[in-house]
């Protein structure tokens, strides 16, 4: 079954208190994409990673870093979090033809 | 600026009838359009797609019709089912500068399907 996990589902954490947000994939597809999800705003793209050591910036990726060591992962880490990345958070992943991607399940981050 | 844009925010609809979504966009260089259903708590999950060579795609309850010239395209759903009730989002897929693909989306509509 092709699956796309995140972890963890839901974290509270304080101002700049480095964390960071597991994604894996079952696939084996080359794109993987990280997605923040909020109320009126939809979703945007905050990097995106093309193959592994191979990524690039999305729409907003101040604050956050990724990295690409292998093709199953593709974490998400923020060095110092702030309380406007307080959001919803997708992973997602596609293969090279890009037409369709599966999403994780999402995590819920709430910096304080 | 809004290149993928889903005028209605929200939908409600009687069990039974029909559900039309719809999505405008403004690049003509856009070549693959998809629907994602989200419910609370949940990613996003595949719906169903059209190339821009095409002008209809059509998968059980759900069809997808394109209109290039007036860059329109809408989601039917028929007949409409208390489970469809979700965000609907609208998504085109374009090359980017560095000729990479790209899925740009719309804010989402939320359907209410009312028994």
């Known amino acids: 079954e092709a699956q796309v996990t995140q972890n963890p589902r839901y974290l509270i954490t304080v101002t700049g208190k480095k964390l960071t947000v597991t994604c894996s994939q079952n696939m084996n597809h080359e794109y993987m994409s990280w997605y923040r999800q909020d109320p009126g705003l939809g979703l945007r793209q905050i990097y995106y990673?093309?193959?592994?050591?191979?990524?690039d910036k999305g729409d907003v990726p101040e604050g956050y870093k990724v990295s690409r060591k292998e093709k199953r992962n593709f974490p998400l880490i923020l060095e110092s979090p702030s309380p406007n990345q307080t959001s919803l958070y997708f992973c997602a992943v596609a293969g090279r033809a890009y037409n369709e991607q599966f999403f994780g399940p999402g995590t819920r981050l709430t910096v304080l | 600026d809004q290149q993928v844009k889903q005028n209605s925010p929200s939908l409600s609809v009687q069990e039974g009838r029909i559900s039309i979504l719809n999505c405008d966009y403004t690049?003509?260089?856009?070549?693959?359009f998809l629907w994602y259903k989200k419910y609370p708590a949940e990613g996003p999950t595949f719906l169903i797609s059209?190339?821009?060579i095409k002008d209809k795609n059509e998968d059980g309850r759900f069809t997808v019709f394109l209109n290039k010239s007036a860059k329109h395209l809408s989601l039917h759903i028929v007949p409409s089912q208390p489970g469809d009730s979700a965000v609907y989002f609208c998504a085109a897929r374009r090359f980017d500068a560095g000729n990479n693909r790209k899925l740009i989306w719309g804010l989402g509509t939320s359907l209410a399907v009312n028994p």
């Open positions: 059209i190339s821009s």
């Open positions: 690049n003509s260089m856009f070549d693959y």
């Open positions: 990673s093309m193959n592994v050591e191979v990524t």
